[in-house]
């Protein structure tokens, strides 16, 4: 490690693309009293010890909105790895175009649906603008 490098905790949080059958990607916002509060980002959440990513997305997915995803319905397209003050964020990105029930913020957090190509109108954390072009080209 080098003399001028920071170290910082790694933290693993994998991240959704859920997309409608109208192509339009489901953003949710942080709710009032958490970091980032007020910006919008993709629903997931923390990977927990021994936990895949798409053991997370499936687990955070129920918990937040309600839904039902399957192993099978989430494909990796990309990922950020961001460097906040306090720590080191790496985030998997997965794409699901595929679920049972209907979104819902059962955490009381608002949700859009927005179209690829605004996505970088709406306030989102550092960690999630990296992601868009990759959802742009995809969509």
Excluded: N
Aim: charged share 25%; hydrophobic share 40%.
């Amino acid at each position: 490690m080098c003399d001028k490098c920071e170290t910082r905790p790694i933290v693993y949080v994998a991240a959704c693309a859920l997309i409608d059958a109208d192509g339009r990607v489901l953003l949710t916002q942080r709710p009032p009293g958490k970091a980032l509060e007020g910006y919008w980002e993709f629903p997931g959440g923390k990977i927990e010890h021994a936990e895949t990513p798409e053991e997370t997305l499936i687990r955070e997915l129920h918990e937040e909105l309600d839904i039902d995803v399957a192993k099978s319905c989430l494909a990796p397209l990309t990922f950020a790895s961001h460097a906040y003050e306090h720590f080191h964020l790496v985030m998997p990105l997965y794409v699901c175009r595929r679920w049972t029930g209907i979104p819902r913020g059962k955490e009381g957090q608002q949700l859009k649906w927005v179209r690829a190509k605004d996505l970088a109108g709406y306030k989102m954390p550092p960690a999630d603008i990296p992601l868009i072009p990759a959802l742009t080209d995809l969509l």
